[in-house]
């Protein structure tokens, strides 16, 4: 499991941790660290140019004893100061070892560029000239490595507004933020290298965390020598209507891939058609009315995509979330409750997955604002609803009232494709009739999901039938790198 912790949590951390040590020892670890990840990414140090982009605070401080670090090995080092003030003694040691303090022009001959402008000390959308620093490292052809945070990410949440550095590589010091997992930010982190300083045994328990592949293969369950198709877990499918039929065909497709011992689906005569023809080993149950009576025994049910919204998608709803098996409700099924949260109160186990467009539905927000703040509103609906919050989109979370948010660590911008989302439902309403509870289901199975279209897209376009062709292949590859 990868933690993540928010900036005030690593400032208390860093706080009881300081108070064991000389003065000025973590800046040393942190620049250390700082300084052999900078040599690697340059290959050759001696001769090389590296431009600093030093700010006010601690940050700029790490930048420049980093900095001090590579000019003793040869290289020509410049610092360009953007604050008002200046890390005095990181400054003094920088100069005494042949660095020079330069103008903002010295960005354009950079063969590195670090970033030192803020850190977990920013607060808000950069101001000038740091906004502008960013800006120009940004547009140049140097890569650039972040100090702990790519500047104009917020460390705790990923919130970008504003101008943002765009890092090559960011080395984040003691413990992963919060901000480098979730996007927006984490789309501006480049590869995230961590300097131990020191600091494990005084965090507390994590604001997020990531799944590993050991840890999903930790989790998925797995067939004994006893199992048989009942006992390894049925899932019941309401999905599809005579306007939507990929829908179910993918929804069931997903399920199937990601090892329910049977999927067992219900719905109107056209996809019951076209789930009959795609999938044979769905045992099908034809409805003319909305009534999930005859369709035999299940461990888990996933509602809701292509279902439509009418009278026929609330009688289902109402039924499926009246029985005391773990739901998983999506698409349509969100529209449904989203006119009737009622149907939310229930005790048994109560999956969400909606994206942004459907979480502000559900719980009055805007899409957009969603989009910005993923991880606060994923969060508040969970506690709102009273249900485990699967939120789709560019970073997955999954929240879950008082446990660690989970981020997903896989996927690719290919599964931005029409259907993926079916077959995510099938996928984690499998591992729900599995036996995983509503937080496991949902973070392993956005992970296999991601995984899964990073196999089937290769680079190239995907259809979201490929993404369930795939899960196979994802758990063996997950399970081959344990
Ligand atoms: N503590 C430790 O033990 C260790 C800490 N370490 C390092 O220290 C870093 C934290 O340092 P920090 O606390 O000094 O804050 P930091 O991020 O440098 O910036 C704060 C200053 O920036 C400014 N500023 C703020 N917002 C701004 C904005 N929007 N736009 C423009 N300017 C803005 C503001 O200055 P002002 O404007 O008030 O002059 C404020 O005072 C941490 O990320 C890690 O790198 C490591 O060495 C490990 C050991
Ligand atoms: N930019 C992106 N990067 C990574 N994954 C994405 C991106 N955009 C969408 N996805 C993923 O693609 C899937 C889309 O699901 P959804 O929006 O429900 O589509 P549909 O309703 O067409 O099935 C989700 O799993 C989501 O996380
Ligand atoms: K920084």
Not at 137 to 156: E, F, H, I, L, T
Not at 157 to 176: I, K, N, Q, W
Not at 348 to 353: C, Q
Not at 382 to 393: N, R
């Amino acid at each position: 499991m990868r933690t993540a912790y928010t900036a005030d949590q690593i400032r208390a951390a860093e706080h009881t941790l300081m108070a064991t040590l000389p003065p000025g020892t973590l800046m040393q670890r942190a620049a250390a660290g700082l300084a052999a990840a900078c040599a690697a990414l340059l290959g050759k140090v001696y001769g090389s140019r590296v431009v600093l982009l030093v700010g006010s605070g601690d940050n700029g401080g790490d930048a420049l004893w980093a900095g001090e670090r590579l000019a003793r090995r040869g290289a020509r080092v410049a610092a360009v100061l953007a604050g008002a003030k200046t890390h005095e003694a990181g400054l003094a040691a920088f100069l005494r070892a042949g660095g020079r303090v330069a103008e903002r022009d010295a960005l354009g001959t950079a063969d590195l560029v670090v970033d030192g402008l803020v850190g977990i000390g920013a607060s808000g959308a950069l101001r000038e000239p740091y906004a502008g620093l960013a800006e120009e490292a940004n547009a140049g052809r140097a890569p650039v490595v972040a100090v702990d945070v790519p500047s104009g990410v917020d460390a705790s949440t990923g919130r970008v507004e504003g101008a943002a550095v765009r890092a090559r590589l960011t080395v984040t010091m003691g413990a992963l933020k919060t901000g480098l997992l979730v996007d927006p930010g984490a789309a501006r982190t480049g590869r995230v290298e961590l300097v131990d300083i020191g600091l494990g045994p005084h965090l507390p328990g994590p604001d997020v965390a990531a799944l590993t592949d050991g840890d999903v293969a930790g989790l998925l369950p797995r067939p004994g020598n006893e199992s048989d198709k009942y006992r390894r877990g049925v899932l019941g499918v309401l999905a599809g209507s005579d306007l939507y039929t990929g829908a179910a065909v993918l929804a069931v497709g997903g399920a199937l891939r990601a090892g329910a011992g049977m999927v067992r689906y219900a719905g109107p005569a056209e996809p019951v058609a076209q789930v009959r023809a795609a999938w044979p080993e769905a045992v099908i149950t034809p409805l003319d009315r909305p009534s999930i009576e005859d369709v035999g025994r299940v461990q888990a049910w996933v509602l809701g995509p292509g279902l439509g919204t009418g009278d026929w998608a609330h009688e289902l709803a109402a039924q499926v979330l009246g029985t005391h098996l773990p739901v998983l409700v999506d698409a349509d099924g969100l529209s449904v409750v989203a006119g009737d949260r009622s149907l939310l109160r229930r005790s048994a186990p109560t999956l969400i997955t909606p994206h942004a467009g459907e979480l502000a539905r559900l719980i009055r927000a805007g899409r957009e604002d969603i989009e910005a703040a993923r991880l606060e509103h994923a969060r508040a609906a969970a506690a709102e609803l009273g249900v485990t919050v699967l939120l789709k989109g560019s970073t997955t979370v999954v929240a879950e009232e008082s446990r660690p948010v989970r981020v997903n660590p896989t996927g690719t911008s290919w599964l931005a494709t029409g259907g993926t989302g079916d077959v995510l439902s099938g996928v984690a309403g499998a591992l729900l009739a599995q036996g995983l509870g509503p937080y496991d289901a949902g973070s392993c199975a956005a992970y296999l999901h991601g995984l899964a279209g990073r196999l089937a897209a290769d680079g190239a376009p995907l259809a979201a039938a490929d993404v369930a062709t795939a899960v196979p292949a994802a758990v063996r590859a997950l399970t081959a790198r344990t």
